[in-house]
């Protein structure tokens, strides 16, 4: 039983910093140019 709050406790922890990273990646601005990436494949710099 108290492997289950352990891993409860872990799994929480593991959530919550993924949520947290997340929210940072979309006030940092990491999701703002989604097209630029897809055409900069396209063509080539000379």
């Known amino acids: 039983m108290v492997v289950i709050l352990y891993l409860l406790g872990i799994s929480l922890t ?3 910093l993924g949520l947290a990273l997340f929210l940072w990646s979309l006030r940092s601005g990491q999701y703002d140019d989604l097209d630029g ?4 494949v396209l063509f080539e710099d000379e």
């Open 14 to 16: 593991m959530g919550s």
């Open 37 to 40: 990436a897809a055409e900069r």
